[in-house]
């Protein structure tokens, strides 16, 4: 992926993709599929700035797995891959994981 860099309270994210079949064993194909509302933060902005003009720290970093809204963001390509860019206000929250890889309840 080319190299890029979000401004202020931005980041750059990447949809993970949901399952494509239900628990029933159904396959959903892509054009009856939402749009996944969980992605992996690509790249983080240096933060925005107060009104002092200091830089208040992002709470996001590359790598962490975000839940965002259905709307969230301004869809993007870039070297072929279709991203997202949002603001971190944008961003719902983090899903950490337990150390057996399971979604903390």
Known sequence: ??????LGDRVLVKRVKEEEKTKGGIII???AQEKPQE???????PGARDEDGERIAMDLKVGDRILFGKWSGTEVKIDGDDLLIMKE?????????TTKGKKAA
């Not at 992926?1 to 979000?6: E, I, Q, V």
Request: no cysteine; aromatic share 4%.
């Open 39 to 45: 992605g992996e933060v690509i790249a983080v902005g």
């Open 1 to 6: 992926m080319a190299n890029f860099r979000p």
């Open 89 to 97: 206000s944008d961003v719902m929250g983090v899903i950490e994981t």
């Open 29 to 31: 194909p892509d054009t």
